[in-house]
């Protein structure tokens, strides 16, 4: 039987505002166990919430983003539950009325085409403290004892929930990655998923192709970076096939993704809404978000990158790939921008950017403001490569430089005696002596293997150390091995 797999992905993140969601304790990560706590986050008798606004705004930001409508009302709920993370026993939340509802993703699948993607809502809730399992075992199932952290606990935490429009895991690698991309982008979150700062269940089923309704869904969680997602979902895909075909029967339950062994383990059988008795927050009046405020957030929003990609197309001229590729992060575009600015030279930019500096980015795991290397020295040194100061060849190592330890990059070429042969009488020595040096090349060459040329070209190149301009290394080899036909 062929199946079809039906995947919905809720994804966590949390916001990067200066305090939690109810109350004036910081908002940071590494900090000592519970050195960020008040009575108010850890729910103290008598304690009262407050609403920070910072976060409220950074939710409506990223609804707006993703296409979703703030309703004018909405509310906090609490959503009941017994776990030792939330000492109040209950976390705050939002149950029939979310802050944004309805919104969409566009995805890019790896055959080149686009996908659009559901967002059901986007709802606001505190996050929970931090348990640790240890002892020997350490594993989620069983542990020996259990360490609370309830630094985190009240931290404003964004649920995205998609709707089930996912058919492949890669699918939803790739909804993740354009999830990500633009809340980073937007400022609202570091989505830092090594840092817990965004976190992903996904709710996966298979149904027999042509079946409208949907299987039994099981809950993935537990996944640490969006590729065990991608993996968890592969296993669970085809699990649940082999449970079918072997005539079994798929439970509603919650499933752990354990990464050493690359399987899904079963945690606990499914929560219904219901059993965590949701009923309106009486502490915190019901919120009101008019129209004025959702213009006043739109303004705020920044330039996002599928209209900055066209703008930039349109704007400087650059290949469509050329836009794609700068327009992956925020800080590469904002670098792009200032650069091909001061430069006046778009292009170059763009091929400096997507060649040598995107490698050394890739390579040491950095993002560009986290080097020395700035906009203005970039623009500068594609100057000196236009007004032939310096070879391109030399521009690498001169790019390299800049990233590692900054500067100006004039200077440097000076202290570094960078700068380019353009003088006649201080290559033709070097010609005369490499043509000299190779006495069978050069017979080669005069019984006609012209293609030799290049050979002495590069040696030329590499006496000076890459320094001599190539062109006119080539205008004068040229000559010179004229001469020498003509003195035959
Ligand atoms: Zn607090």
């Known amino acids: 039987m062929k199946f079809e797999t039906v995947i919905g992905l809720e994804v966590h993140v949390e916001l990067s505002t200066q305090t939690k969601l109810f109350c004036s304790c910081k908002n940071s990560f590494g900090a000592n166990p519970n050195t960020l706590v008040c009575p108010v986050c850890l729910g103290m008798p008598g304690v009262l919430p407050v609403v920070n ?26 959503k009941n539950y017994f776990y030792p993370d939330m000492p109040k026993n209950f976390q705050t939340s939002q149950y029939d009325l979310p802050l944004a509802l309805g919104g969409s993703l566009e995805i890019n699948l790896p055959d080149g085409e686009k996908k659009v993607i559901g967002i059901t809502r986007i709802h606001l809730e505190e996050d929970t403290g931090k348990s640790k399992h240890a002892g020997e075992t350490g594993s989620i199932v069983e542990s020996d004892y259990t360490l609370l952290d309830y630094n985190r ?70 996944m640490n970076s969006f590729r065990s997602v991608r993996s968890a979902l592969l296993y669970e895909e085809k699990r649940q096939r082999e449970v079918i075909e072997s005539g079994g029967r ?17 945690m606990r059988s499914k929560e219904e809404a219901h059993d965590y ?17 959702i213009e006043r957030a739109k303004q705020k929003l920044p330039e996002l990158p599928g209209e900055r990609k066209l703008r ?13 590729i700068l327009n992956l992060s925020r800080s590469i575009s904002d670098f792009f921008e200032e650069a091909a ?12 950017l997507m060649g040598d500096i995107l490698k050394y980015l890739n390579q040491n795991e950095l993002e560009i403001h986290e080097t020395r290397l700035k906009p203005e020295a970039l623009a500068e040194m594609i100057n000196l490569i236009k007004k032939d100061v310096i070879s391109g060849k030399i521009g690498k190592d001169l ?27 201080d290559l033709l020595p070097v010609i005369k002596q490499v043509v000299d040096d190779n006495p069978k ?48």
């Open 53 to 78: 606004k910072e976060a409220i705004e950074k939710h409506i930001m990223a609804a707006l983003a993703v296409g979703c409508r703030i309703p004018e009302h909405s509310k906090f709920d609490r």
């Open 153 to 222: 606990a009240g931290v404003p935490l964004l649920e995205i929930v998609s709707e089930p429009d996912m058919r492949t895991p890669e699918e939803a690698y790739q909804y993740l990655n354009e999830l990500k991309k633009i809340l980073v982008w937007l400022g609202v979150s570091d989505c830092k998923m090594e840092q817990g700062s965004l976190r992903c269940d996904a709710n996966i089923s298979i149904r027999p192709e042509g079946q409208e309704e949907f299987g039994v869904k099981a809950e993935i969680k537990n």
């Open 250 to 266: 798929i439970i509603q339950e919650t499933r752990g993704w354990e990464e050493d062994r690359g399987i899904t383990v079963s």
């Open 277 to 293: 008795r949701y009923f309106p927050e009486p502490d915190l009046p019901p919120m009101v978000v008019d129209k004025e405020w």
């Open 312 to 324: 930039f197309a349109a704007e400087y001229g650059l290949p469509e790939y050329d836009s794609g």
């Open 341 to 352: 600015k001061l430069s006046g030279d778009p292009k170059q930019t763009s091929n400096w």
């Open 399 to 425: 790019i390299e430089e800049l990233l590692k330890n900054g500067g100006n990059p004039e200077e440097i070429v000076e202290k570094r005696g960078w700068k380019q042969i353009s003088s006649g009488d």
């Open 441 to 488: 090349v050069l017979t080669q060459y005069l019984e006609g293997k012209e293609s030799v040329k290049g050979f002495f070209v590069g040696q030329v190149m590499k006496k000076t150390a890459g320094k001599a301009n190539p062109a006119l290394v080539g205008k004068m080899m040229d000559e010179e091995l004229e001469r020498r036909k003509n003195n035959r």
